[in-house]
């Protein structure tokens, strides 16, 4: 029973210890909803523009190039005769096969190129987002600022510094 008690006196402690950064002013941590201030900058709407023109300016890209394979491919075939070797309709199919496969690799890099744009993106707005969260937090006595996630079952309104954050970003403007 003695053991009893010590263990839980010791989770205690360990409690208290592990709580005393979220507990000290009971506003140790802080929240931004990234989507409510991407919205009401227009932030969202920005970088959608963004994303569809780095598209079409790919797409186009994938279209030349895939016109110019097929011319290949087609220059190929018809080097072709009835009277051609096996081994020359073989080439001509490897060709045509490696040409495929090429158009598939750009398709793949330019499908990187947009998420990597995408990430870029949403990196910057973070970072200008922190660079407004912060102040606020720190002369609020906070630790940290949290964005509000779907692990984020609930939180006290009286931490949610996103109205800040959007007023603070548009004089910033």
Same mark, same amino acid.
């Given at each position: 029973?003695?053991?009893?008690?010590?263990?839980?006196l010791?989770?205690?402690?360990?409690?208290?210890?592990?709580?005393?950064?979220?507990?000290?002013n009971?506003?140790?941590?802080?929240?931004?909803?990234?989507?409510?201030?991407?919205?009401?900058?227009g932030?969202n709407?920005?970088?959608?523009?963004?994303?569809?023109s780095?598209?079409?300016?790919l797409?186009?890209?994938?279209?030349?190039?895939?016109?110019?394979?097929?011319?290949?491919?087609?220059?190929?075939?018809?080097t +072709?005769?009835? =009277?051609?070797? &096996?081994?020359? !309709?073989?080439?001509?199919?490897?060709? #045509? /096969?490696? $040409?495929?496969?090429?158009?598939?690799?750009?398709?793949?890099?330019?499908?990187?190129?947009?998420n990597q744009?995408?990430?870029? +993106?949403?990196? =910057?707005?973070r &970072?200008?987002? !922190?660079?407004?969260?912060?102040?606020? #937090? /720190?002369? $609020?006595?906070?630790?940290?600022?949290?964005?509000v996630?779907?692990?984020?079952?609930?939180?006290?309104?009286?931490?949610?510094?996103?109205?800040?954050v959007i007023?603070?970003?548009?004089e910033?403007?």
């Amino acid at each position: 029973m003695r053991s009893h008690h010590v263990l839980i006196l010791s989770l205690l402690a360990m409690l208290m210890v592990g709580c005393n950064g979220i507990m000290s002013n009971g506003k140790s941590t802080l929240f931004v909803d990234l989507t409510v201030v991407a919205k009401a900058l227009g932030r969202n709407e920005m970088v959608n523009t963004q994303l569809a023109s780095a598209e079409k300016q790919l797409n186009e890209q994938l279209k030349a190039i895939a016109i110019d394979l097929n011319k290949q491919v087609k220059d190929k075939q018809k080097t +072709l005769t009835k =009277k051609s070797k &096996d081994k020359d !309709k073989q080439r001509v199919n490897e060709f #045509a /096969k490696q $040409a495929q496969q090429t158009m598939q690799n750009r398709k793949s890099e330019a499908q990187k190129k947009i998420n990597q744009l995408k990430i870029n +993106l949403v990196n =910057k707005f973070r &970072d200008d987002v !922190k660079a407004v969260a912060e102040p606020i #937090a /720190k002369k $609020a006595g906070a630790k940290s600022v949290m964005v509000v996630s779907a692990d984020a079952l609930w939180f006290d309104s009286s931490v949610d510094i996103t109205d800040e954050v959007i007023a603070k970003m548009r004089e910033v403007k």
